[in-house]
C-alpha cells in the first residue's frame, strides 16, 4: 500500500469557500449596481467595465511579479470585488483613466504591496478612493443627474464622454445631495432653508438622486447587505453599528441645533452611508475579528462619518473614516478578545464554587 | 450539488450577530431510518489492548487458546483501564502486533480471535438487582464488564461511576445530542431500546447517588424524543428529558452541562467540579446490559453511511469485526471512497487499511464520496473571523495558526491552544480551507514534546545539582574531621610537651641540688 497523505478531521466543509464567499457579496451588490449603471446610462456602463477589467489585469500582474500562482488566486474573486467597489464609488461619466488608476491604487499599491490576498492593511477600494479624491478633487466630485439609460447621452457619445475626455456634460452637472447641504451650511443657510432643494426621501431611497455609480439606492444595497447577514457572510454587529451611531449622533445635534445639523434620515440615506455599513466596512482583512471589536470598529466609523461630514472639508467622509478605522484594527485585535470558556476575561480560570476533596482526571466527553 | 442541502441549514436568526458553534449539514436522514441490524460472526476478530483512555489492557491468553464468548482475554492495569472480552467463542491465534484503527496505521498489541462459529457463551458475570445492590458493587460490576464512554471518547465508565466518593454529585446527565453529522446509532438505540437504556440510566443515577437524571437530546431527533419521554423513569428516579438546539458541538460535555444547567466548568476543571457526570446513551445500553445480565461490552452499534456506503444502516457488530466485513454486509461500496472515516466526519479518524477492527469507541463507518469532502487547495486567511465566531470555546484560530506557523508556539500556548477542543469547528467553517486542526494537533504534540525535554533537562539539572551538593558535603565533612583530627593531634603534642617540660622543670633542681652536693 502506498503511503497516503494524512488526512485531518474535520472531513466535511462549509460550502462557503473563498471564491464563493466573494462571488456572494458581488451578487448582493449586483441590484444595486445594475440599477446604477442604469440610471446613469452609458458612460457609467463604460467606466464600470473599465475599472473591473483594469482591477483584474492589475491582479493578474501583481500575481506575476510575486511570482505567486496565478490561475488560483485570480479565480479567488477578491480583484473583481476590490475593482467593483473601486467602481461604485466613482463618479459615472468620470473619465476611464481615473477608473483605471483607482483599480490600479487598490490592487497594487493598496493590496498587493502589503502581501497580497489577505495581508493589507487598509480596504482597497478605499485608499483608492481617497487617493483620488484628493489627486482629482474635479474628477471625483462632477455629478450628474440620473436620468435612465435611454434618456442620457447615447452609445458613441457616451464613448466620448469616457475614452476621449469630452467635457460636455459639465454643463448637465449637479451637486449630490451631501455637496449641496456641506456648500448651502457654508455660505450661511439654515438647515429648513435647504431640505426643499434636496431630492425628497423617496427618491434617496430608490436612487434617483446625484452621485457616485454604485452608492445612490439605497433600499437596494440594504436589500443586498441584508442577504449578505443571511447568508452568514456578515453579522449585523458593524451595519448596525456604524448605522446606529450616525443616526445617533445626528438625532442628538439636530435636535439641539436643527438648523445647522442634517437630521438622521437625511445621513442614512444620503452619500455613500448604506454601502458602506453593508460592504465597506464589513470588509473581512481590515476589520476586527471578534464580535465586541467589531462593534466597536462601527461606533468608530459612523462617529467619524458624522464628525466629516459636519465639521470636515470634505462633504462626504467615508473613505476617510474607514481608512482611519482601519489602522485601529490591530489595536482593538490585541484588546479586544473573546473569553475563553471556563476562564474570566484576563484568562484565569473561573473560580470553583465549592471547594472540593480531591481531584482526579475524567475524559471530555462521555 | 452539495450547495442545495446545505441552504436550509443557513437560516439561524440566532447567528446573526455571532454563531458560536457551527451547522453542517446532517445528512442522518442516509441511515436514520434503518432499523438496528444485527450482524452475524464475522471471520476473525481482532481486540487491541488499547481501546479506552488510559493504560494498556494485559492479555491473559496465550496463542491457541480456546475462549468462550465474554471470556476475560486481557485485565485492567492500574486505576484507569478496562477489561477486554472474547466477543464470541473460538481460538486465540496471535496475541501480537495489528495495524491500529487510527490514521498512524501503526501496530499495536492485539488479540486476534477465529471464531469457530458456534457463538458459545462462557460464563457470564453475575446478575445483579440493582435495587438492592450498593453503588460500589455496581460501578465493580462495570468496570469489570469493561464499559468505557460509548460516545467516542472511551474513558473506563466504571471511573466516573467512582467519581462520587470524591464530589458532591447531584445530577447526571445523559448525552443522546449525537451532535456529528450522519450518525444515528445513538438515535436508533434510543428509540428501539429506550427501554433498556432508561434501566441503565437509573442503575448509573443510583451509582453516581445523584438526585436529578437530565437526558439530553438534539431536537432533529423528534422520535427519540418522544419514545424516551415516555421511557422516562427507571429505579424510583424520574428523568426530565431536554430538547436541545441541533448545533455542533452540543455533545461536547462541558458544553452541555452549561447549555442544560447555565453553569460552565472552570478550565482545567471536570464537570464533576460543578457536582454534574455526563455519560453517554449507549453507555447506558452497556451499563443495562452488564448489570441485569452479566453481560460484558463486547458489541456495539455502528452506524454505516456516506454517499460511497452502498446501503447505509446501522449494524450492531461485535468489538474487534474488521471494518471491510462490516462495509460488505452493507453492501460495499457504491463507488471508490474519497475518505474512509472511523466516527463522525467532524471529529472522526480516517483510515487508510479496511482490516482494522470496530473498537469500543468506534461509532460510525463513514465512507465519504469526493462530493463530500472538502477540497485540497488552500487559499490564504482572509480575516473573515469566521473561526472566532464558530469557536465554541471563545478562541481566536485564525491567530493561534498564524503565530505557529511563525514557529511561536508559547505565543499561540498564552492565546489558548492549550483550551483548544480540537472539535472541528474553525476548520469546517473555514473559506480558505486552512487545516486549522491539523495545526493544533501538531502544536499540541510539539509543545508536549518541549515541555517534557525542559522537564527532562531540569531534572537533570537538579539531579547534578544534588549530587555536586551531596559531594561537597561529603568533603566538607572530612575536611572537618582532618581539622578535628589535627586539632586533637595538636592538643595531644602541646599536652605532651607541656607534660615533657613540666617533668623538666621538675627535673631541674633535683639535679641543681646533685651539681651542689658535687660541687661542695
Redesign the interface.
Known sequence: ?TA?P?????????????N??MLAVVLALTPATVFGLYQFGWPAIFLFITTVASAYLFEILSLWVAGKPIG?FAR?G?ALLSGWLVAMTLPPYAPWWVGVIGSGIAIVIAKHMFG????NLFNPAMVARAMLLIALPVHMTTWVPPVGLFEGPGFVHSLAITFAGSSEYDAISSASTLSHIKSQLGAGASMGAITPDLADLKARLIGLVPGSMGETSTLLLLAGGLAL????II???IPLSVLGTIAGLSFIASTLAPDTFAPPILHLTAGSTMLCAFFIATD????????LGKVIYGIGIGALIFVIRTWGSFPEGVAFAVLLMNSCTPLIETYV???????TRT?K??????P??????????? | M??LP?LST???PS?????KG?H??PRKYLSSESEIEVMPVPTLIRLPLQQH?GAEAEPIVARDDYVLKGQLVAKARGP?SANIHAPTSGRVIAVGHFIAPH?SGLPVPTITIRPDGEDKWGPRLPRMRPEDATPEEISAQVAEAGIV?M?????PSA??LN?RA???LHTL?I?GAECE?YLTCDDRLMRERAEEIADGIGIMGRALGVKNIIVAIESNKPQAIDVMSRYNRALDYVFQVKVVPTQYPM?????LVRILTGK???????T????VV???VA?AHAVHNAVRYGEPLISRIVTVSGRAAKRPANVKVLIGTPVSEVINHCGGFAEEPD?L?LGG??????I??RRVPIVKGANGI?A?SKA????S?V???????RC??S??????P?EMNARIQADDLDGAAK??LM?C??C?CC???????I?L??TF?FAKGKLAEKQSRKHQAEETKRLAEARKAREEAIAEAKRQMMLKRKAEMEAKKKAAAEKAAAEAAAAEPMAQQTQGEANS
Not at chain 1, 447577514?229 to 452568514?232: A, E, I, L, P, S
Not at chain 1, 478578545?337 to 471556563?342: K, M
Not at chain 2, 487559499?379 to 473571523?385: A, L, Q, V
Open positions: 500500500m497516503q494524512l488526512l485531518a478531521a474535520p472531513h466535511t466543509h462549509t460550502v462557503f469557500t473563498v464563493r464567499t488560483p479567488d477578491s497580497g490576498l489577505g495581508q447577514v443571511f447568508m452568514r453579522t449585523l454587529a473581512y482583512v481590515t476589520s476586527p475579528v471578534s464580535a478578545r473573546p473569553r475563553v470558556f471556563g476562564r484568562g480560570p473561573l473560580p470553583i464554587a465549592k472540593k476533596r480531591t481531584k482526579q482526571a475524567a475524559g471530555d466527553k462521555a | 452539495s450547495l446545505s443557513l437560516l439561524h447567528q446573526f450577530f455571532s454563531f457551527v453542517p449539514d483512555i484507569v490514521p464512554g460516545g467516542g471518547a472511551t474513558f471511573v466516573k467519581l470524591k464530589y458532591d446527565i448525552n453529522p455533545g461536547s460535555e462541558k458544553h460552565e466548568t472552570p478550565a482545567r476543571a471536570l464533576a467540579d460543578l457536582g455526563v455519560h453517554n453507555t475518505r472515516l466526519p467532524m471529529m472522526g479518524q480516517p487508510h487499511n463513514l465519504l463530500e469532502t472538502p477540497g487547495d487559499m490564504p486567511c482572509i480575516r473573515c473571523g472566532v465566531q469557536c465554541p470555546v471563545g478562541l481566536t485564525f492565546i489558548g483550551d477542543l480540537t472541528g476548520a469546517y467553517t473555514c473559506p480558505g480551507n487545516p486542526v491539523q494537533h
